[in-house]
């Protein structure tokens, strides 16, 4: 069985964002680039099944900023194959839709069983990838998923709706899965086996062509949130502040005693 | 091509969501300035045609294959529907089938897709929507230069009375997919055991998220919580990592809570988290970025350090 996890890279969200000079984009600049959470879970859940089943896991990737990092660690964690993609992105911001179609385009020739990646990243601005890539390549897909397990050409795939309902569903593979959460907290990769997959350099590079897809959206401004009603910031100390949330608990009689 | 609005219908418990009213509400105003209708597509169960208000027509889609939710199901009456219907816009939730859905009628239809939307507006004849990214850091103002364009829209984004005003719809049957040769089969449905608490009862919650960074120092805001009383809550990759149970969780794939107080620790503030808390009456949130997007909804802030005001805070709860 073949899983091939498919792995983009988006800024760190505790950092500061700043809006570019044409006021359209943000600023990338001096943005750190990380490996998407929800991938990362989706790689922990293609391990945890090849753990059970010998499957082969393979990491795929666009070239985003930062992305050697990424492939790299996925190899330190077990993966046994990373592919980069390169020739799809240009500067800036790279849209789902044209994601989705140099994925698909890419896997329309690899005789994948299960395609695993995250449920959603931060700058989705016009989907997610997972069911755009279902419906491109004609497989079934299944999005909000807390736990795969696949065998004999098939997944149980347990998807999650709202207040923590689990609905359990049969996929004939191959197919492809959003992952919400995998079946155990994602592995960390030792910064030793990290060096020693990079010094082996096991990364390969595809080139391909940018397809001709575009999202269909202008997009015509970005800003920060207005801040008009905004939180009242509490200065000061440590102990000061403390005083001041107390008495705004204490206030409404939310304090016991 | 119409100047409709599509509208996804989305009910649990036999029950039409309030999303789906927020939905309704939102597509009037676009139908509206078209010169178009609000329509309403219900699959699954055309029983609850009658709970449409605010819709000029619902059509409905019921077979057995459509008693439980498959994305693979969904979509084929969907897409259907969009392709016959030619819609100005399609609007869905944000909820687990909206994720599900919306980017793949996007590509199987061939239509644009805007996530995450909070608002939309049609300027001259183009519809323009609202969206947040990067966790909410960030509002895109995007312009949908071609139709049907389908928009995700974040829950509790637009009124829901708007789209529950008196009126009934028509009502009408859609004419059935080819469900014949489907692959993707329910099995169950699960739903959560109860916890040891219930977090939606309290008064006052103490909620922690990704910023306490270890399982052992959980127990700094546990502290805090029984000092005050008040059980702790959490955000998801708390929960993910299991350092609280599940039923701890607030939020879009967790609990709604509406206490009278939420105290935030480390949270960033995420729509999926916001979606969970936001109507607490008193939201007094801790966090060390101040461009956190927490601090929007809540109605006081400190950028201190959490560690250093946690102590002082249970310290002081305890006297
Ligand atoms: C379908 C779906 C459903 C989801 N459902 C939910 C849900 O129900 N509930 C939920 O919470 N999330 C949910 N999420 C996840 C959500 O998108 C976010 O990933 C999550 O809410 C982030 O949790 P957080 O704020 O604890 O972590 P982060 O976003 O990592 O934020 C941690 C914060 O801590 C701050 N911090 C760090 N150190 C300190 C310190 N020493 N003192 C003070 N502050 C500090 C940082 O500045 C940062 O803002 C869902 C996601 C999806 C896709
Ligand atoms: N049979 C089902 N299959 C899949 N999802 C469902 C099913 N029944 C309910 N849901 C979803 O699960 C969530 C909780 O449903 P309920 O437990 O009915 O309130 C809602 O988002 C429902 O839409």
Redesign the pocket.
Known sequence: MRVVVVLKQVPD??EEFEIDSDGTDIDREYLTFLLN??DNHALEEALLIKDATGAAVEVVALDDPDVDQALYTAIAKGADRAVKLVGASGEGWLDTHTRAAAFAAWLGGEGYDLVLTG??AADDLDGQLAPMLGALLGVPHVS?VVGVEAADGAARVRQEFAGGAVSELDVPLPAVIGV?AARAEPRYAAITKIRQAQQEGGLEQIDIDRPATSSGLTVRRMYPPERSDRAEMLTGTEAEVADKIIALIRDRGLMQG | MSNDVLVVAEHSDSTLTDGTFELIGAARGIADSWGGQVVVVLVGDAALASQVVGADLVVTADAAQLSDYTSEAYESVLAGQIRQREPGAVLISMS?KG?DLAAALSAACGCPLVSYVVGLEVDGETLVATAQIY?GKIMAEVAIESRPAICGVIAGSFPADAGSAAGAANVEAADPPDLATLRTTFVALRTPDAGDVDITAADLLVAV???I?SEDDIELVQELADALGAPVA?????TDAGWLPKSR??????LKVKPRGYLM?????????L??MRDAELIIA????EQ?P?FDVAHYGTT????DLLPELTERASG
């Open positions: 969200l505790v959470e929800f449920v959603q909000v919400q | 687990t994720l966790g998220g990704r910023g960074g959490a955000s998801r990759p708390i969780q607030v939020g879009k794939s967790g620790f480390g949270i960033s503030g995420a729509p999926e988290h979606e969970g801790c966090n060390t970025d956190a927490v201190l350090d959490l560690f």
